[in-house]
């Protein structure tokens, strides 16, 4: 089977699994009350992004998962919340890669600078590095965080539960590497690629403007069409 035939495939059975949960999620309403599973596979859509080969529909721009080592503890709620960040509207870009991606496409489309975005592991090491002190870091900081988090809260998402163990074994690691190479379109030529007026145009990671994706890993491998029958299996007993 060609990749279009199965880039269709996956999209038919996004189609189904948002039946199953009856409808798309925005990050700005959701909260940890929900009934989340434990466990799963997210997919975000991007206003604007629209497939152009495989079909009509919004375009995946997102796949990913969490508790990928056997010592993790951690619930999809978990992650979907630091990519939502917090109640007041900030967030912590250290603690997702999507939100970083996200902000730093920001700041280049708005040609603005932030010299701390990205830099350090913590806000502590990043005033370390430059010479600032903790408060001027988040006071920099802050009105990128609030705009990336406005950006990622209006996305729709789908999740896919998998209730597996936590591991690199896992089927949920198997899902998001599969889609996510599937998707990306720097392996097997270009599918449904990313509209030229798209946020991630303005990305300074070159994986993110080929790919049409906010993910750096998987973009550029060799997919499984396997791991199909795994999802529509997965997917209906939702």
């Given at each position: 089977?060609?990749?279009?035939?199965?880039l269709?495939?996956?999209?038919?059975?996004?189609?189904?699994?948002?039946?199953?949960?009856g409808?798309?999620?925005?990050?700005?309403?959701?909260?940890?009350?929900?009934?989340?599973?434990?466990?799963?596979?997210?997919?975000f859509?991007?206003?604007?992004?629209q497939?152009?080969?495989?079909?009509?529909?919004?375009?995946v721009v997102?796949?990913?998962?969490?508790?990928?080592?056997?010592?993790?503890?951690?619930?999809?709620?978990?992650?979907?919340?630091?990519?939502?960040g917090?109640?007041?509207g900030?967030?912590?870009?250290?603690?997702?890669?999507?939100?970083?991606?996200?902000?730093?496409?920001?700041?280049?489309?708005?040609?603005?600078?932030?010299?701390?975005?990205?830099?350090?592991?913590?806000?502590?090491?990043?005033a370390?590095?430059?010479?600032?002190?903790p408060?001027?870091?988040?006071?920099?900081?802050?009105?990128?965080?609030?705009?990336?988090?406005?950006c990622?809260?209006?996305?729709p998402?789908?999740?896919?539960?998998?209730?597996?163990?936590?591991?690199?074994?896992s089927?949920?690691?198997?899902?998001?590497?599969?889609?996510?190479?599937l998707?990306?379109?720097?392996?097997?030529?270009?599918?449904?690629?990313?509209?030229?007026?798209?946020?991630?145009?303005?990305?300074?990671?070159?994986?993110?403007?080929?790919?049409?994706?906010?993910?750096?890993?998987?973009?550029?491998?060799?997919?499984?069409?396997?791991f199909?029958?795994?999802?529509?299996?997965?997917?209906?007993?939702?």
């Amino acid at each position: 089977m060609s990749r279009l035939h199965d880039l269709t495939r996956f999209y038919d059975l996004l189609g189904e699994l948002h039946g199953i949960l009856g409808g798309f999620r925005q990050l700005h309403d959701c909260d940890g009350g929900m009934p989340w599973p434990m466990r799963g596979v997210y997919f975000f859509f991007e206003e604007g992004e629209q497939r152009t080969e495989s079909g009509t529909g919004p375009r995946v721009v997102r796949v990913g998962t969490h508790a990928l080592t056997t010592t993790s503890k951690t619930r999809l709620w978990d992650r979907l919340k630091q990519h939502k960040g917090t109640q007041s509207g900030a967030g912590d870009h250290r603690g997702s890669i999507f939100r970083l991606l996200v902000g730093q496409a920001l700041l280049n489309r708005d040609g603005r600078r932030c010299p701390t975005w990205g830099v350090g592991r913590t806000r502590g090491d990043a005033a370390r590095k430059k010479h600032l002190t903790p408060a001027q870091v988040q006071e920099s900081e802050t009105p990128i965080e609030q705009a990336v988090s406005a950006c990622i809260g209006q996305m729709p998402f789908l999740w896919l539960p998998i209730e597996d163990a936590p591991g690199p074994a896992s089927q949920r690691g198997l899902v998001e590497r599969n889609a996510i190479a599937l998707l990306g379109n720097h392996v097997h030529g270009v599918l449904d690629p990313a509209s030229p007026t798209s946020l991630g145009q303005h990305s300074d990671r070159r994986k993110v403007r080929i790919s049409g994706l906010w993910n750096q890993n998987h973009v550029d491998e060799i997919y499984d069409p396997g791991f199909l029958d795994l999802f529509a299996d997965l997917a209906r007993r939702t």
